[in-house]
C-alpha cells in the first residue's frame, strides 16, 4: 500500500524557503498552535488533499531546470514530521533523481522513542538541510506562545547536530512574547553549542494572516500587537548573528 501524504498546497518557485528557487510542499497538519501563525488553516489534520510521494516527486521535478546548481524540493507546513513516512518517500525519490531536499520544521513531534526516532534516523540519510523554527528558548514562554514545551525540539537541534545535518535557525521576533534580550542571548548562546548551523534567520512578526483566524473563527491572541520596530529587528539580529555578543551585551 502506497504511503499517501495529506497536502495543503504547493508553491511553484519558492525563493525564501532554503537555498536556491524551491519548489514547496505545504503539508496539513500541525501540533502547534503558535498565536503568530499567518496559516492557522494548515493546523487541522483532517484530509485535504491526498497525493502519493511519487504525485508530489513527478509534479515538482517538472520545475528542475529553473533550480540550477542549488535550488530543489523544500517541505514545509503544518509540520511535515507529522507524516514522516511520506515525507521519507519523497525525499528517498529526490535523492535517487539527484535533487536537493530541504525540510522545514518547528520540531513538535520529535521524540527519541524508538517508534519515531528509528523513522527519523533514517528520513535524516535522505534531507540535506533542516530550517528548525526556534520560537522560544525559555521554555515557559514556548508554552504560551505555542502550546507545547520546547525541551524535546532542542533535543532534536542537537540530535541533528550530532548527526553532522546542515541547519538553519529561524525565530520569529514577536513583541511581548519573543523578543527579549535575555532570551535572545540565551538562545545564541545555545546555537553557539551547535557545529553546524549555516545560518541565523530573524522573522519579523506580522498580520498579514490575521484575517484567516477571523474567517475560521478563531481568537486572534496578539490583538493589539504590532510588528517589532526596525530597531527592535535590528537588535536581535546583532544578538544572534553579530560577532562578540557576550562583550556587546554583558551587564
Not at 525564501?16 to 501540533?31: E, K, L, T
Not at 507546513?77 to 539527484?98: A, H, M, S, Y
Not at 530597531?231 to 544572534?240: C, D, F, W
Request: hydrophobic fraction near 35%; proline fraction near 4%; include cysteine.
Amino acid at each position: 500500500m502506497e504511503v499517501r501524504g495529506n497536502i495543503h498546497s504547493f508553491e511553484t518557485f519558492g525563493l525564501v524557503d532554503g537555498p536556491g528557487v524551491r519548489f514547496v510542499v505545504f503539508v496539513q497538519g500541525c501540533p502547534m498552535r503558535c498565536q503568530f501563525c499567518h496559516n492557522p488553516d494548515t493546523w487541522s489534520t483532517d484530509e485535504n488533499q491526498s497525493f502519493t510521494a511519487k504525485e508530489v516527486f513527478d509534479k515538482a521535478i517538472r520545475y528542475k531546470p529553473y533550480w540550477k546548481d542549488n535550488g530543489g524540493i523544500t517541505v514545509s507546513g503544518g509540520e511535515p514530521l507529522l507524516q514522516i513516512d511520506f515525507l521519507t518517500e519523497l525525499f528517498r525519490l529526490c535523492k535517487e533523481n539527484g535533487v536537493n531536499t530541504c525540510l522545514d520544521t518547528a520540531g513538535g513531534p520529535f521524540s527519541k522513542e524508538p517508534k519515531f526516532f528509528e523513522k527519523f534516523k533514517i528520513l535524516m540519510q535522505y534531507t540535506d538541510l533542516i530550517m528548525l523554527d526556534i520560537k522560544e528558548i525559555n521554555n515557559k514562554r514556548h508554552k504560551i506562545l505555542t502550546g507545547i514545551n520546547n525541551d524535546h525540539i532542542l533535543e532534536m537541534a542537537r540530535t541533528m547536530d550530532e548527526m553532522g545535518k546542515k541547519m538553519w535557525i529561524r525565530h520569529v521576533l514577536v513583541p511581548e512574547r519573543s523578543d527579549y534580550d535575555e532570551d535572545l542571548k540565551k538562545l545564541r548562546e545555545f546555537i553557539d553549542t551547535l557545529k553546524n548551523v549555516e545560518k541565523v534567520e530573524v522573522l519579523p512578526y506580522h498580520t498579514l494572516g490575521r484575517h484567516k483566524w477571523d474567517n475560521l473563527g478563531i481568537t486572534y491572541k496578539l490583538d493589539g500587537i504590532e510588528p517589532p520596530t526596525k530597531e527592535r529587528v535590528k537588535n536581535a539580529n546583532m544578538i544572534l548573528k553579530g560577532d562578540n555578543i557576550k562583550k556587546m551585551y554583558s551587564d
